[in-house]
């Protein structure tokens, strides 16, 4: 929850600076923590770019721990782990 709560901070960050809506700040960071990346919403300024890239890296890891999560629960759920 942690990072989604970073991805959203530094999403709402990136969308005052840029003068986005507290929606399309949000919507922007979620679709860049996802890595689509529509390219509708988009930072002008450099310094809402890198933290673009911050957020995409926040999103990777988030994703990971997601699965690596999955993937445990479904190990633990079919008894198929291997020692």
Do not use: C
């Not at 991805?7 to 960071?29: P, R």
């Not at 923590?33 to 390219?39: K, L, P, R």
């Amino acid at each position: 929850m942690s990072l989604a709560l970073a991805i959203t901070l530094l999403g709402q960050a990136v969308g005052k600076q840029e003068g986005w809506s507290h929606f399309d700040s949000v919507y922007w960071s979620f679709i860049t923590a996802t890595t689509v990346g529509y390219g509708d919403v988009h930072p002008i300024k450099n310094k809402s770019k890198v933290t673009a890239i911050i957020i995409a890296f926040l999103g990777l890891t988030l994703t990971g721990i997601l699965i690596a999560v999955a993937v445990q629960a479904a190990t633990v759920a079919l008894g198929t782990t291997h020692r």
